[in-house]
Structure formats: C-alpha cells, structure tokens
C-alpha cells in the first residue's frame, strides 16, 4: 500500500507539512488561545484517541503514570512538553489518516482555523517562492541571535528601570515581539527553592491510592529544554530580585555553563522530532552537569546543556546589609549599574514634568554629598520611577502625587534604611528646600508646608511623615 503523503497547510503559513506536526500546530494554538481552561476542560475538548489509542493530552503527572515502564523508543509524545501556565502538557505524536480526520475537522468547525490539503506532497508554488517580504518576515518571527550579551546583571536601587531595559532588549535587541512565549520571568523571593527552578519530587497517587514519587523538573529547567529544541530562536531567562535569595543555592548547576565557552551550539531545524536523549547525543555537548536522580530508578533525563540561544538577564537591586552578590556571578556576568534618569537624559515626555525632573535631580544630588563619607553613597539615590507621572497641573490632586512620592522616599530612609534623621535626612532636606535653591515657584509652593515663618523646622520622622500624610490622606485622618 503506498504512503499517505498528504501535507497541510495550516493558517496560511508559509510551509507545508505532514500529519505530526499539523496536529501539533492545531493543539497548541488551541492552547494559546485558551490560556485558563483546566486540564479536565482539555481532556474534553480533545476526547478522542490518537494512534495505538493513546490519549491526545496529558498532564505531567498523567504522563508519568503512561511512561512507567517504557523507554524512549516506546513514547508517543511531543519533547520538550507544552508550558501551559503553570503546568505542563504532553501533546501526542502518533497520527495517521484515520486519526488525523477528526481533529481536522474540529479544528475547521468548532475552533474556526484554516487548513488547506494538499495531496501531491509538494509545497504549494506560491508559497514556497522565497521572497524578500517571506525573509523579513521569518526574521521579524523567530527574533535576532546577533545580540551578544548572553548574561548581564542590572544593578540599582528600586525605581531606576532595570526591568524596563531588559524590556528594550528584549523587543529591539532581541526582536521578540511575536515569541513573547520564549520569555520566562521570575521573581526571586526568599522562599524560592532549587525544586521550583530546577528539579524537585512531585508527589501523586494512583487508583489504590499508592503514593508515587516522581521526579519533576522546575520552571528554568524547562525553559532550557524549550530552547534546546529551538535553537533558531532566542530564549530569554529574567531573574528579577536576585539580592533576595542565593542564585547558587537556586541555580548552582546552571551557573557553571552559563559561561561562553561552556555553552552548547545546536543545530537542529525547530520541527525535528527526537527524544531528549537523542538530541543530546546528536551534539555531543562538551560541557554538561550530571543531575542527580531525585527518585529511585528514575527515568528523567539528567545531563542538562546549556545551549547558546538562551540568554540569561537578572535585575538586583541594593542591599541595607550590603550583601555582596556571589563572586562567581560577578564574573560570568556583564553588570551594569542603573542610576535615576532625569529629562535631559530621557528626553521629552517620559517625565510629565521638568520642574518635578529637576526637583529629584536636586535631591540626589544632595543625597551623594550627604553620603559623601559612606562606602557607597549611590545606594541612598532615589530613583526616578515614581516621580514620571506627575503632571505640570497646578491642582490639589497633582500636589497628592508629590507628596505620596516623597513621602515613599522618607518612609524608605526611616523603615528600610533605618538612616538616622538629624545626622542625614534633615541636613538634606533643609539644603533641598532653601528658598534660593533654584527651584520653580510651583514646587517651592509644594514645600511651603514643611517651614514655619520661612524656616525648615521638621526636626524629627513623625513630624515629616505626619505633615505628609495629613496632605494625602486628608479624606480620613
């Protein structure tokens, strides 16, 4: 009997393909396009069988329980998995025409997508010529690889756009606008774990209600499988907050190979179909980390590479205790300090104000010389952050915004910084709010509450912190 050699086009891509991969394509838009619907509503969307019978979608602990037993020559199932939220999906490999039909046909009548057949196995001409609009356009979606900064470290105190940098990149850098699912971003706090990052044990029972212990693997470790399989593409990895946990407790393994010369080149095309341990044979990886099997007799795979497309972005901001970030950090990164921006700098439009511009410039200014004898003044700067959107209006609404971002500076210095008040903060503030400061007339109008028969006489927090809240919470205190 000869083959099926039909192919398919799907959406009105620019390629034709067989059966696998048009399933493929079907399931995971339908999973892009329903982002909150739970793992039952899944398993009746697609209550069908694939080939041998096999369920079309399962969740990691299903597939686990499907796995026991086999090896990988016996799986039916998409590598790397399907990241769906918080979880993740197996979607199922094995298709023939028979199977194939009906997923077809719920994908044209109920998810309302477009699938064009082609029986000769030939691509359709008008689609295979490669134009130079085809070009562009497969640049604008698989993103830009020639950025060269694959780690780099931002450092600052809050408010100073570290993130919005690493959002720069990632848009104009990197041109990621249509992967935005290459993007993983965590925030470390202090109750992160290697297990949510990397590798854990998930615990699960079956129809005797047996406990199983498996292995799973942690929300990094599976963005460096999905980038593995999709070497064409760049992957991004944001660590916002490092400075609340330790990197090397939470991604020990993934720091030594983070360096250039210890990553993986892969060249594979993106719909390749091969196991984790094929690929890893295929590139013959010179430098890998062996991980530990967490369960016994487990079957995970554990040598984890490092591949070259995905490029590894923290945010950091200062310490009170002045933590040192991990050595071994500092040097496999590019650090980049980030100070406050003010107009001039940032250019018309970004503050709403330049008087409320030159104002923090001012206070900053101020802050340094104050500081002027510690180890490091720039960690008492105040960034700019909060102070963009206050507006030129003269009103007592905009007068609230500047008093609540002023007030956040104080209660930073007071409850975070525990800086002494008379030795620090009063000199600064009675510098800042002389009367010939060079100020405009609107913000000196703002700080005439802070002065008694034209001097400064707020000699205490509860003084200044009081005068502030009373101008911003008037409606009930």
Request: a negative charge; one cysteine or more; proline letters at 3%.
């Amino acid at each position: 009997m000869a083959k099926d050699r039909t192919q398919y086009c799907f959406n009105n891509e620019e390629e034709y393909v067989g059966k696998r991969p048009l399933a493929k394509k079907i399931i995971e838009k339908y999973l892009k396009d329903n982002p909150d619907k739970s793992y039952d509503e899944l398993k009746k969307v697609f209550a069908f069988k694939a080939s041998n019978s096999t369920d079309v979608l399962l969740s990691e602990e299903d597939y686990l329980k499907w796995k026991k037993g086999k090896n990988d020559k016996q799986d039916r199932y998409f590598k790397p998995p399907f990241q769906y939220g918080n979880d993740i999906l197996y979607i199922n490999n094995q298709w023939g025409i028979d199977t194939i039909e009906p997923l077809i046909a719920k994908a044209k009548n109920k998810f309302g997508y477009s699938i064009e057949e082609s029986k000769s196995g030939e691509k359709n001409s008008t689609i295979n010529v490669v134009s130079s609009h085809n070009i562009t356009k497969l640049v604008k979606k698989f993103g830009n690889l020639t950025f060269p900064h694959k780690n780099i470290l931002l450092k600052g105190v809050p408010g100073t756009g570290k993130s919005k940098t690493i959002d720069n990149i990632i848009e104009k850098n990197l041109e990621m606008s249509e992967i935005p699912e290459n993007v993983l971003r965590i925030n470390i706090h202090s109750a992160s774990s290697n297990s949510d990052l990397m590798q854990g044990i998930s615990i699960s029972t079956n129809d005797n209600n047996d406990i199983l212990y498996a292995e799973k693997r942690g929300a990094v470790l599976k963005h460096i499988f999905k980038a593995m399989y999709k070497p064409n593409q760049p992957f991004v990895l944001v660590l916002e907050e490092i400075q609340e946990n330790s990197l090397n407790e939470l991604i020990g393994d993934l720091i030594y190979l983070i360096e250039k010369d210890k990553r993986t080149e892969i060249k594979l095309e993106d719909e390749q179909e091969l196991s984790y341990d094929e690929l890893f044979n295929k590139v013959k990886p010179t430098h890998f980390v062996e991980l530990p099997n967490l369960v016994e007799n487990s079957e995970s795979n554990t040598k984890m590479i490092m591949p070259k497309n995905l490029y590894v972005f923290c945010t950091s901001n200062y310490r009170d205790d002045r933590k040192v970030i991990e050595d071994n950090l500092l040097r496999r990164f590019d650090v980049v300090e980030i100070y406050p921006q003010y107009q001039d700098k940032l250019g018309e439009g970004i503050f709403k104000s330049k008087d409320v511009s030159d104002f923090l410039e001012k206070l900053n200014e101020s802050i340094l010389k104050q500081f002027k004898d510690e180890t490091h003044p720039d960690r008492y700067l105040v960034g700019h952050a909060n102070w963009l959107g206050i507006t030129e209006v003269k009103s007592d609404e905009n007068k609230k915004l500047f008093y609540t971002a002023l007030l956040k500076v104080i209660i930073e210095f007071k409850e975070i910084r525990e800086v002494d008040f008379n030795a620090y903060v009063k000199p600064i503030l009675q510098k800042l709010f002389k009367k010939d400061d060079g100020l405009s007339d609107r913000i000196t109008n703002y700080l005439e509450i802070f002065y008694d028969n034209n001097e400064f006489k707020l000699d205490s927090y509860k003084l200044l912190v009081e005068k502030l809240q009373t101008e911003i919470y008037s409606d009930f205190l």
